[in-house]
């Protein structure tokens, strides 16, 4: 691997977090580029008590292109890994404006800058949302894209935008990484999901009722066509998804262009076997009722992962026990979340906007 620097924006945040952990234990040196609007200084902190290894991080702006030169001309960076970005699907509903400028404008920033700097090496968070109602379960990365939200669709125009950069300029190469559903946290306890509010995702906001923080879960429909009728995701475990990440890296270096992978582990659980497999792991009983159908959600999710087994050299291979089991740990360990007033020291701040 090339020894220069990566920058990781949105590297404070769940997926990111963990992802630098990684890269850290892999030797690699971490430039963190978030500015904490969905995350805590404390995840830098914890990164560094898990590691031993103080990752180098910025409070800054993927739309401050000013900012993102700065840390370009500090450092020597090869590649950028792009977390940074709202996700929540009913809120991009809400405030689509918000959406494709956050996603979709910081990400030409991005670029703009990373081309300025000569740095043309990126990997990119998409998601699985981009297949829209798939015609083939498991989903090939070669399923029709249809982005059925305006946060999927701030992916999906994304993908086509890194992919024309690729196509217009040689020289680039991007791997375009479309994760099913991440879930669990860090074995150690010491990181995990930290969402601000009500959850969003199913696990999460089990985790907050197993806790006593929420009443009870609602499972949103079950006359879908499935085994038993609650539908079906693929939960990949974090820490498979962060190794995901270093194996995208590495083929980057094979210069490739532009390529697609499926982050999944093949293996759809419906939510009903989501739900019995948490409370297996915390050991009681926890409440849970099934309420309608919820506007959006498709029936069935799953990955073909068959070409980043092959092409990437990685396989997911945590088990959903796995994933249970961190989830309660680290909601255990940490029921209120990170603390948002963990103090970024002045000399970690670029704000030109
Ligand atoms: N978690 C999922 O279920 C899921 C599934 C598919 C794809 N993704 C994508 O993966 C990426 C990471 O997701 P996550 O679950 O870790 O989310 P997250 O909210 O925990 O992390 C995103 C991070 O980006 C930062 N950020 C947002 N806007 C920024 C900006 N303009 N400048 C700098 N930093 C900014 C936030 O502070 C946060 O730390 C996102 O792009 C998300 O859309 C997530």
């Not at 996603?103 to 300025?116: C, D, F, P, R, S």
């Not at 090496?121 to 109602?133: C, D, H, K």
């Not at 991007?174 to 969003?200: C, D, K, M, S, V």
Request: glycine content about 8%.
């Amino acid at each position: 691997m090339s020894q220069k620097a990566i920058l990781v924006t949105g590297g404070a945040g769940y997926i990111g977090s963990h992802t630098v952990i990684e890269l850290l234990e892999a030797g690699r040196e971490v430039v963190i580029y978030d500015n904490l609007y969905n995350a805590s200084y404390e995840a830098v902190e914890r990164i560094e008590k898990i590691t031993g290894k103080k990752p180098i991080f910025y409070k800054a702006d993927v739309l401050d292109k000013k900012a993102l030169l700065e840390v370009f001309s500090r450092h020597s960076i090869g590649s950028v890994i792009h977390f940074a970005g709202l996700k929540a699907v009913g809120e991009s509903t809400k405030i689509p404006l918000d959406y494709y400028y956050n996603n979709i404008t910081g990400t030409i920033v991005l670029l703009q800058a990373m081309k300025e700097a000569n740095i043309k090496n990126i990997v990119f968070s998409s998601s699985a949302t981009v297949y829209g109602e798939p015609p083939v379960i498991p989903i090939p990365e070669t399923s029709p894209t249809d982005a059925k939200s305006p946060y999927g669709r701030t992916k999906l125009f994304v993908e086509h935008i890194i992919r024309d950069l690729c196509t217009a300029e040689k020289d680039w190469n991007a791997a375009l990484l479309r994760y099913f559903n991440p879930a669990g946290a860090h074995p150690t306890g010491q990181l995990g999901e930290n969402p601000t509010g009500i959850p969003n995702n199913l696990m999460p906001y089990f985790a907050q009722v197993a806790i006593g923080k929420r009443d009870h879960l609602s499972i949103f429909g079950k006359d879908y066509p499935t085994r038993d009728g609650t539908c079906i995701r693929d939960y990949i475990h974090v820490v498979d998804l962060a190794k995901g990440h270093l194996a995208a890296l590495k083929k980057l270096e094979d210069n490739p262009g532009c390529v697609e992978y499926n982050l999944g582990t093949g293996v759809g659980s419906t939510v009903l076997e989501m739900v019995h497999a948490f409370i297996k792991a915390v050991g009681r009983d926890l409440p849970y009722v099934i309420t309608d159908r919820r506007a959006g959600d498709v029936p069935n999710l799953t990955a073909d992962p068959t070409k980043a087994n092959i092409e990437l050299n990685w396989k997911a291979e945590k088990s959903l026990e796995e994933a249970c089991a961190s989830l309660w740990k680290w909601q255990q360990n940490c029921p209120e979340g990170l603390s948002k007033d963990a103090k970024v020291p002045d000399e970690c701040i670029i704000n030109y906007l």
